[in-house]
C-alpha cells in the first residue's frame, strides 16, 4: 500500500481528450490561444475579479506582480518565513529585500501584529502568505498598508476558491498571485495566475509574460517568457468544471480526520476560521507535547507506505542561500520556528478513501 501526500485532481480522460481535440484542428498550442483566453475569461467569473494573467507557474507570477508594480528597487518588502522557497525567492530575485515577520499561533499566516515595527522608510510593500488555505488578516493588513502608502500582494498559492465574508481571495491588496500546481486544489498541470483590479497592469503583465513584444514590429519591454501552453489551459478548464465536487469531496476527508484527531492531547488542528468559506487545501497537524514527536510520526508513517510532509520545514530565512541577510535567523521568528518544528500535513486529495484516513489515524494513535 502506498498513500501520497496529494494526488491531482484530473478530468476523465475523455473529457480532457475532447477539450483538446480542436488544438489538431487550429496546431495553436501556445502564445495566448483559444484555450488559455478562455480560461482567463473562465477564472475572471469564477473569482469575481476583473483582471486575470495566467502563468505558466505560479512563481513567475508573483515575480511578474512584483515587477510590474513599480516599486523602488532595493526596498525592502515585510513577508512571512513559513511558506514555500518560491515567495522569498521571488522577493530577491526581484530586487528586494524580505524582512521576515513571526506568524501567529492559531493559523500560521502573518501575525498583523507584528507587521508595524517591521516597517521603515525602505518598506514598500507587504507580502502575505494565505497558509494551508487559511486567511490572513486582510483588514488589518489593508489598514496597515493604506496607513503607510504600501504596496500588498497576496500569495495565495494555497488559497483557491477560498472566500472572506463571501468575497473572493483573488478580490484583496494590489494583487494576488495563485499557483495552479498539480499539487493544488485547482491544477492546470503547472501553472498559476495573478489577479488584480487595475486597468494599467493589463499590458505590463503581457509585456513582463510574453517578451514585450506588441506587435509583429514592436517589442516595447524588456521581458520574459512565462506564458501558459494550450494544454495547460484545457486541463485548467476541465478542472474548473469540477471544482466545487472536488472541494466536497475534501471537506469530507477533513471531518473525518478532525473527528478522528480532535481532542486528543498533545495534537492540535487549525480551527475553522470565523467567516472564511475554505478549499480543504490541507490538513496541518502540530504535535506539541504528543507521545510522539512530529519527526518519529512522519517516520512511523513513512515506514507503513504512508507520505506526510514536514511542511513548512526548514523556515526560508534558515535557508543557507540566505545566511548573509539581515533579517535572516529564526531568532527572530520563534513562534514560526517553533511550528516548523511540530507541524506535519497528513495525505489529503479529493479521491483519499475514508479507510486510508482511518489507517493514517490508527498510526498516529496507536
Same mark, same amino acid.
Given at each position: 500500500?502506498?498513500?501520497?501526500?496529494?494526488?491531482?485532481?484530473?478530468?476523465?480522460?475523455?473529457?480532457?481528450?475532447?477539450?483538446?481535440?480542436?488544438?489538431?484542428?487550429?496546431?495553436?498550442?501556445?502564445?495566448?490561444?483559444?484555450?488559455?483566453?478562455?480560461?482567463?475569461?473562465?477564472?475572471?467569473?469564477?473569482?469575481?475579479?476583473?483582471?486575470?494573467?495566467?502563468?505558466?507557474?505560479?512563481?513567475?507570477?508573483?515575480?511578474?506582480?512584483?515587477?510590474?508594480?513599480?516599486?523602488?528597487?532595493?526596498?525592502?518588502?515585510?513577508?512571512?518565513?513559513?511558506?514555500?522557497?518560491?515567495?522569498?525567492?521571488?522577493?530577491?530575485?526581484?530586487?528586494?529585500?524580505?524582512?521576515?515577520?513571526?506568524?501567529?499561533?492559531?493559523?500560521?499566516?502573518?501575525?498583523?501584529?507584528?507587521?508595524?515595527?517591521?516597517?521603515?522608510?525602505?518598506?514598500?510593500?507587504?507580502?502575505?502568505?494565505?497558509?494551508?488555505?487559511?486567511?490572513?488578516? +486582510?483588514?488589518?493588513?489593508?489598514?496597515?498598508?493604506?496607513?503607510?502608502?504600501?504596496?500588498?500582494?497576496?500569495?495565495? =498559492?494555497?488559497?483557491?476558491?477560498?472566500?472572506?465574508? &463571501?468575497?473572493?481571495?483573488? %478580490?484583496?491588496?494590489? *494583487?494576488?498571485?495563485?499557483?495552479?500546481?498539480?499539487?493544488?486544489?485547482?491544477?492546470?498541470?503547472?501553472?498559476?495566475?495573478?489577479?488584480?483590479?487595475?486597468?494599467?497592469? +493589463?499590458?505590463?503583465?503581457?509585456?513582463?509574460?510574453?517578451? &514585450?513584444?506588441?506587435?509583429?514590429?514592436?517589442?516595447?519591454?524588456?521581458? &520574459?517568457?512565462?506564458?501558459?501552453?494550450?494544454?495547460?489551459? *484545457?486541463?485548467?478548464?476541465?478542472?474548473?468544471?469540477?471544482?466545487?465536487?472536488?472541494?466536497?469531496?475534501?471537506?469530507?476527508?477533513?471531518?473525518?480526520?478532525?473527528?478522528?484527531?480532535?481532542?486528543?492531547? $498533545?495534537?492540535?488542528?487549525?480551527?475553522?476560521?470565523?467567516?472564511?468559506?475554505?478549499?480543504?487545501?490541507?490538513?496541518?497537524?502540530?504535535?506539541?507535547?504528543?507521545?510522539?514527536?512530529?519527526?518519529?510520526?512522519?517516520?512511523?508513517?513513512?515506514?507503513?507506505?504512508? $507520505?506526510?510532509?514536514?511542511?513548512?520545514?526548514?523556515?526560508?530565512?534558515?535557508?543557507?542561500?540566505?545566511?548573509?541577510?539581515?533579517? *535572516? $535567523?529564526?531568532?527572530?521568528?520563534?513562534?514560526?520556528?517553533?511550528?516548523?518544528?511540530? +507541524?506535519?500535513?497528513?495525505?489529503?486529495? =479529493?479521491?483519499?478513501?475514508?479507510?486510508?484516513?482511518?489507517?493514517? %489515524?490508527?498510526?498516529?494513535?496507536?
Amino acid at each position: 500500500m502506498r498513500i501520497n501526500v496529494t494526488r491531482s485532481s484530473m478530468p476523465t480522460i475523455e473529457e480532457y481528450v475532447s477539450e483538446i481535440s480542436d488544438i489538431w484542428d487550429s496546431h495553436w498550442l501556445t502564445n495566448m490561444g483559444e484555450k488559455h483566453n478562455a480560461l482567463e475569461k473562465e477564472l475572471e467569473s469564477f473569482l469575481n475579479v476583473p483582471h486575470v494573467s495566467l502563468y505558466t507557474n505560479g512563481h513567475l507570477a508573483l515575480e511578474n506582480i512584483i515587477t510590474a508594480l513599480d516599486m523602488k528597487k532595493g526596498g525592502e518588502i515585510i513577508t512571512t518565513p513559513f511558506t514555500f522557497a518560491s515567495t522569498t525567492h521571488a522577493i530577491v530575485r526581484t530586487g528586494f529585500s524580505p524582512i521576515f515577520c513571526d506568524i501567529n499561533p492559531e493559523n500560521y499566516t502573518i501575525d498583523v501584529e507584528k507587521i508595524e515595527e517591521l516597517i521603515t522608510d525602505k518598506t514598500v510593500a507587504i507580502i502575505p502568505v494565505h497558509v494551508y488555505g487559511n486567511m490572513c488578516d +486582510v483588514e488589518k493588513i489593508e489598514r496597515i498598508a493604506s496607513a503607510y502608502n504600501l504596496k500588498v500582494i497576496y500569495d495565495s =498559492a494555497h488559497a483557491f476558491g477560498v472566500k472572506y465574508k &463571501g468575497v473572493s481571495s483573488a %478580490c484583496f491588496g494590489d *494583487a494576488t498571485m495563485y499557483s495552479f500546481h498539480a499539487t493544488k486544489v485547482f491544477n492546470t498541470i503547472e501553472g498559476g495566475a495573478v489577479c488584480y483590479h487595475q486597468d494599467n497592469l +493589463v499590458r505590463k503583465l503581457n509585456d513582463l509574460r510574453d517578451f &514585450g513584444i506588441r506587435s509583429e514590429e514592436d517589442v516595447g519591454y524588456i521581458g &520574459g517568457n512565462a506564458k501558459m501552453n494550450e494544454f495547460q489551459a *484545457a486541463m485548467g478548464l476541465c478542472n474548473l468544471r469540477h471544482f466545487n465536487e472536488e472541494i466536497e469531496k475534501r471537506r469530507n476527508v477533513v471531518l473525518h480526520y478532525r473527528e478522528r484527531l480532535r481532542e486528543r492531547i $498533545g495534537i492540535k488542528l487549525c480551527n475553522p476560521q470565523e467567516d472564511v468559506e475554505p478549499n480543504y487545501a490541507y490538513f496541518p497537524v502540530v504535535f506539541d507535547k504528543y507521545k510522539y514527536s512530529r519527526d518519529e510520526i512522519y517516520r512511523i508513517l513513512k515506514e507503513n507506505g504512508i $507520505g506526510a510532509r514536514k511542511y513548512f520545514y526548514p523556515l526560508t530565512n534558515s535557508f543557507s542561500c540566505y545566511s548573509d541577510l539581515k533579517s *535572516a $535567523g529564526i531568532e527572530k521568528t520563534p513562534i514560526a520556528a517553533y511550528i516548523a518544528e511540530k +507541524v506535519l500535513t497528513l495525505p489529503l486529495y =479529493a479521491d483519499l478513501n475514508i479507510k486510508d484516513v482511518d489507517i493514517i %489515524c490508527d498510526l498516529i494513535l496507536s
